[in-house]
């Protein structure tokens, strides 16, 4: 994907594909859905938060990328499908064994603003991957095998040179301060961990399996499984302008298991194949260390303590696809009939800052005990344990359905001509939980602020809607020969929406989590309490107001979707090389917006 023109990388490893949203594409593997549905990670692809590769590269025998495809069978996205199969086993017994290293020795020097400035040797890093396939026959003509396994291990150091610690200020915290501070937090049994040099890791492992059947001349049956486990420790790491202590850095455990089994059928001048797909993911992170309130100094820039949106954070989605085409061959057209449908199971769990988060003006404060400027906390408001603990997880379930029917016509030997209709339906199968203080005393009053809540309350989650996608597209072969093609094409294209965005209507209502936000004054000095099990305030389940963030949809939210139409030429070249010029148009017809309702509406 990376050589597609069309695609360009965003901050934290996105991809957007003809402008659109990083994550408004689509990812199949052996055309399973294998993308992050929830939309947390910033490649959209399973193990993304960690760094790490739903499967090894060396198991993929091609990648498609679809960007303006008038194909109707092709759906799921606004900006591009991406699709990998899997290789697959022969006769032929064959297969590989690897090991890629990357260190410091073959990194070259640091990268400069300018060509004067000095550059100096990387730190020590390693990045090493081990793995090996193989593929053959378990009976020849009729029963084929193939498997891979991988191992990755990353260590990225994160060094840090005190002196370099707000060279420029006079007031500067010196060691002595920071080892004192250090000592205040060991006093408390809590070890906060280093705050100067410390190394980033990445742990993972990748298994795959395929089995090919070739079950007689008219049936072929495929089933692939992978297994991806993975583990990253991003410690945190101080910079020029702040001191922050390993501890207070990340410790996140993903593991993704996936299967896809296909049927290919021929039955006389018919064809039908139907796919399906069940994709686990387990996202678990967690603070490092042992649990403590999170700590912050103003003066001096100091961190410490657990990672404030880390205590109670999981993630846990089951996918499950179901693809069918169906297609006729009748003279000149080619007629598809077929349908794709996904359906999602979620379960977010996310209280920030669930072990307190204070903050203090200056580390002397901090080590004399004095009182903290400002305390955060969110709460379950419906019980359970601390952090994961909790019984304030979102749990709802959503699908997607799709179906289509499509003409390709070829009208002569050189022109073809494919024309369908789509129509998608997204549909929210579990309603929110009702929030009855909100509906009735604040929704009056956001109203009579000005305010158009298009139906959108507690308890309502967007009413399904059709959404149709009718596309035209046309392959015009010049010369005959293939020599010279000219195609394009006009059509609408759906995408999914990354779950984290309407998710928040079953975490975010005000009666799952509350929030607290307190500043110390003299009358109420705040008092700082070690113990995250101890942290207020108290909350009996049941017999509390509701409190929180509250995340509403309008009533006729509509999915993304785009209007694109492209013309391209594409020109055999001597040494086997094609050349291509293509123009794409993308109008957007229906995409997400957020409104503050926090914030007063601008009079005139």
Known sequence: SRLTPQASFTGGGGLSIAGTNNRYNAVFIDGAVNNDVFGLAGNGQNG??????????????????????????????????????????????????????????????????????????LDDFSANIYGFRLGGALKKDKLFFFVNAEIEKRETPQPFNFDNYDADNEDRLTRDDINRFVSKLNSYGYDPGSYEDVVDQVDGTKFLVKLDWNINKKHKFTVRHSYTQGESIDRNTSRQDRVRFANSGILFPSVTNSTAAELKSNFGNNSNNLIIGYTTVRDNRDPIGSAFPYIDIRNGNVEAGSEQFSTANILDQDVFTITDNFVMFKGKHTWTFGTHNEFFKMRNVFIRQNFGAYRWNSIEDFINDEAPLQFDRSFSLVGGGLGDDTNAAAEFSAMQLAFY????????????????????????????????????????????????????????????????????????????DQSTQ????????????????????????????????????????????????????????????????IDLFAEDFKYPQVLRSSLAIDQKLPWGLVGTAEVIITKTLNNVFYKNLNLKKATE
Do not use: C, H
């Not at 199968?429 to 959108?456: C, H, M, Q, W």
């Not at 705040?526 to 305030?537: H, N, R, T």
């Open 48 to 121: 993304g938060q960690i760094g790490i590769s739903p499967i090894s590269v060396d198991a993929i025998s091609q990648i498609q990328v679809l960007v303006s495809p008038y194909d109707v069978t092709k759906g799921g996205f606004a900006g591009g499908g991406i699709n990998a199969v899997t290789r697959s086993g022969s006769n032929k017994f064959e297969g590989s064994v690897y090991y890629m290293t990357r260190n410091q020795g073959l990194a070259g020097k640091t990268p400069t603003a300018v060509s004067e400035d000095d550059r100096t040797k």
């Open 486 to 549: 000219i195609r394009g094409g006009l059509g609408i294209f759906t995408s999914r929406v990354p779950f984290v965005w309407p998710g928040g209507m079953y975490n975010n209502n005000g009666i799952f989590v509350g929030g607290t936000r307190q500043f110390t004054s003299d009358d109420n000095p705040l008092v700082f309490e070690s113990d995250p099990a101890q942290q207020g305030p108290t909350v009996n389940p049941g017999s509390v107001e509701p409190s929180g963030q």
């Open 405 to 480: 029917a499509q003409d390709e016509i070829q009208v002569n030997d050189r022109f073809k001509l494919t024309a369908g209709v789509r129509v998608d339906i997204p549909v929210f199968s579990t309603d929110p939980d009702v929030n009855k203080d909100f509906n009735t005393r604040t929704i009056p009053l956001i109203e009579g602020a000005g305010y158009d809540l298009e139906g959108a309350e507690t308890g309502k989650a967007p009413k399904t809607a059709l959404l149709f996608a009718p596309r035209i597209g046309f392959n015009y072969d010049a010369n005959g």
